[in-house]
């Protein structure tokens, strides 16, 4: 196989928010990376939207574009989650609810569980892999934000297990480098956040491709 495809599906950490509208984001440094090693030439094609939630990305699975680009892709990243939480959270500090976090991380599981079904239904490729990531806290001064984070972190390991499937640990990357990696006020990474994401996710390595 001379050619590997990839498919970037997600929220605004897929779509790159937060760095100049032409610098790389998660999405191309990660083909970078995975193009050094893999000695391959990679085409990529990207379907984010800036605030989508995990059943947002769900949704977009059932879109024939999308469900397409799954058919042939041989390596698949899914960023999902965050927003779902920052949304908890809103709700938590208008409505002080506090139950509504652990019902949030358990329907966020529900969601990832059907996204993860619906691509090994519809991946066509004798090889391909699935790289999911945990969350990083853009919040490390709140200690509920880092417990939530912490709870979310440990749902998403359990996907692991899957065939083809690995997860990457953005929050250990993250972790007391916040004001480095993240663009300035905001909760987004900046070009080195996204580059240090990349390298997290190519860590987990690229087997059957490799060698």
């Given at each position: 196989m001379?050619?590997?495809?990839?498919?970037?599906?997600?929220?605004?950490?897929?779509?790159?928010?937060?760095?100049?509208?032409?610098d790389?984001?998660?999405?191309?440094?990660?083909?970078?990376?995975?193009?050094?090693?893999?000695?391959?030439?990679?085409?990529?094609?990207?379907?984010?939207?800036?605030?989508?939630?995990?059943?947002d990305?769900?949704?977009?699975?059932?879109?024939?574009?999308?469900?397409?680009?799954?058919?042939?892709?041989?390596?698949?990243?899914?960023?999902?989650g965050?927003?779902?939480l920052?949304?908890?959270?809103?709700?938590?500090?208008?409505n002080?609810?506090?139950?509504?976090?652990?019902?949030?991380i358990?329907q966020?599981?529900?969601?990832?569980?059907?996204?993860?079904d619906?691509?090994?239904?519809?991946?066509?490729?004798?090889?391909?892999?699935?790289?999911?990531?945990?969350?990083?806290?853009?919040?490390?001064?709140?200690?509920?934000?880092?417990?939530?984070?912490?709870?979310?972190?440990?749902?998403?390991?359990?996907?692991?297990?899957?065939?083809?499937?690995?997860?990457?640990?953005?929050?250990s990357?993250?972790?007391?480098?916040?004001?480095?990696?993240?663009?300035?006020?905001?909760?987004?990474?900046?070009?080195?956040?996204?580059?240090?994401?990349?390298?997290?996710?190519?860590?987990?390595?690229?087997?059957?491709?490799?060698?």
């Open positions: 001379n050619l590997l495809r990839y498919l970037a599906i997600g929220d605004s950490l897929t779509a790159g928010i937060g760095v100049p509208f032409l790389h984001g998660f999405v191309e440094y990660y083909r970078d990376l995975s193009q050094q090693i893999l000695k391959k030439p990679i085409l990529y094609q990207k379907y984010a939207r800036s605030g989508a939630m995990t059943e990305v769900f949704m977009m699975l059932h879109s024939p574009f999308v469900t397409e680009a799954v058919n042939c892709a041989n390596i698949i990243t899914i960023t999902a965050g927003n779902d920052i949304n908890a959270a809103k709700g938590l500090i208008i002080g609810k506090g139950g509504n976090i652990s019902h949030v358990k966020t599981q529900n969601n990832y569980s059907k996204i993860v619906r691509i090994h239904h519809l991946d066509k490729q004798d090889k391909y892999i699935l790289r999911l990531t945990n969350l990083y806290n853009p919040f490390p001064d709140i200690p509920i934000a880092d417990e939530a984070i912490k709870t979310f972190n440990s749902m998403m390991n359990s996907f692991g297990r899957e065939v083809n499937v690995k997860v990457a640990d953005i929050y990357a993250f972790k007391g480098k916040e004001e480095a990696l993240l663009s300035k006020g905001g909760v987004h990474p900046n070009s080195e956040g996204y580059y240090q994401m990349a390298l997290a996710v190519s860590r987990l390595g690229y087997s059957p491709f490799e060698g």
